[in-house]
């Protein structure tokens, strides 16, 4: 099946290019003269930030380093971050935030301190809300995810308890560990269907009220 490639001297590709519950991907283009934006942190995720053109002052907690074309750093979960362009040319990043769950940002004071929460619409991450979907069904496909994770969770407990018992003394802790992993991956899949139905009715809420 093809697949899309993206291409940061495209002028169509600076945007978001990928927005689900697991990733946000996109590619910002950032004038000179700006100065910083908006500080903030991400409230679940990490940040990723590759500089592709042009070279960018980063703070992050406080601290302060030129990124330029080539080089990267992150901004880990719940570290304040802000950028600004250093250089003569416009800076374009490719950055991605893992994983993408509303409210997604916490704005922060110049002292570190969160400022209240803002959800943001899913226009601004160049997404648009099904309009074929009711707020009726939103509710009953978060409510399903939400049962789903809980008989996951029963179900790891279930058997990640028993199994953690025998491993001390397992004659194939190998054979053990491969029997616990169904289970992982289960609650894995369903909490991932859980932040699609959450980040869904959060743009509900917010656009439609």
């Known amino acids: 099946m093809p697949f899309t ?7 169509e590709h600076i945007k978001n290019l ?5 990733m946000r991907s996109r590619i910002l283009k950032m004038e000179p003269g700006q100065g910083f934006n908006a500080r903030h942190s991400h409230d679940l995720g990490h940040e990723v930030f590759l500089i592709l053109q042009g070279a960018a002052e980063f703070e ?24 600004r362009v250093v250089s ?4 374009i990043m490719y950055l991605s935030v893992t994983p993408h ?9 110049p002292e570190g301190d969160a400022k209240p929460i803002n959800f943001s619409s899913a226009t601004s991450y160049d997404t648009q809300l099904d309009p074929s979907v009711s707020r009726a069904d939103r509710i009953t496909c978060h409510r399903t995810a939400i049962e789903a994770v ?13 199994a953690l018992d025998q491993l001390p003394n397992a004659d194939s802790p190998a054979d053990l560990r491969e029997s616990m992993w169904p289970a992982v991956y289960e609650i894995f899949k369903t909490i991932s269907k859980l932040g699609d139905s959450w980040n869904d009715l959060a743009y509900d809420i917010t656009e439609n009220g």
């Not at 490639?5 to 002028?11: A, G, I, K, M």
């Not at 990928?18 to 697991?22: G, H, R």
């Not at 406080?62 to 719940?78: H, I, P, S, Y």
């Open 150 to 162: 809980a008989a996951a969770a029963q179900s790891l407990s279930d058997s990640h308890t028993g």
């Open 18 to 22: 990928l927005v689900t519950s697991e």
């Open 88 to 91: 003569e040319e416009p800076v």
């Open 5 to 11: 490639v993206y291409d940061y001297r495209n002028p």
């Open 101 to 109: 769950i509303l409210p997604t940002h916490t704005g922060r004071t």
């Open 60 to 83: 992050i907690e406080g601290n302060r380093q030129t990124v330029k074309a080539g080089q990267l750093c992150f901004a880990l979960t719940d570290e304040a971050h802000s950028v």
